[in-house]
């Protein structure tokens, strides 16, 4: 059964910062790129940033580029996201997902991250 489980998320004042894990089973994690979404109550769902397979190419959001930095673990099927400069608009539930070809097939529960002003 393939499950994904975030945590790291919590409380932190503006210009904080927080690293968000995504710990990974039921699957060959280092086979799959994986991304980051977030939901903030009453917006659509927005891509944050995505990782390949191996690591090596990267994907951000205009929003958090220069700001968050995406990691995989593979040795630890752990799926990270470093985020500085907290902004109150980046205020949301994060969620980790699975890509699959074209589309992202399985989703964690998400955790949440708010920012204080």
């Known amino acids: 059964e393939v499950q994904l489980v975030e945590s790291g998320g919590g409380l932190v004042q503006a210009g904080g910062s927080l690293r968000l894990s995504c710990a990974a089973s039921?699957?060959?994690?280092?086979?799959?790129?994986l991304g980051w979404f977030r939901q903030a109550p009453g917006k659509e769902r927005e891509g944050v940033s995505g990782?390949?397979?191996?690591?090596?190419?990267?994907y951000y959001a205009d929003s958090v580029k220069g700001r968050f930095t995406i990691s995989k673990d593979n040795a630890a099927n752990t799926l990270y996201l470093q985020m500085n400069s907290l902004k109150p608009e980046d205020t949301a539930k994060y969620y980790c997902?699975?890509?699959?070809?074209?589309?992202?097939?399985?989703w964690g529960q998400g955790t949440q991250v708010t920012v204080s002003s």
């Open positions: 990782i390949n397979s191996g690591g090596g190419s990267t």
């Open positions: 997902a699975r890509r699959a070809y074209e589309e992202f097939d399985y």
């Open positions: 039921g699957f060959t994690f280092d086979g799959y790129g």
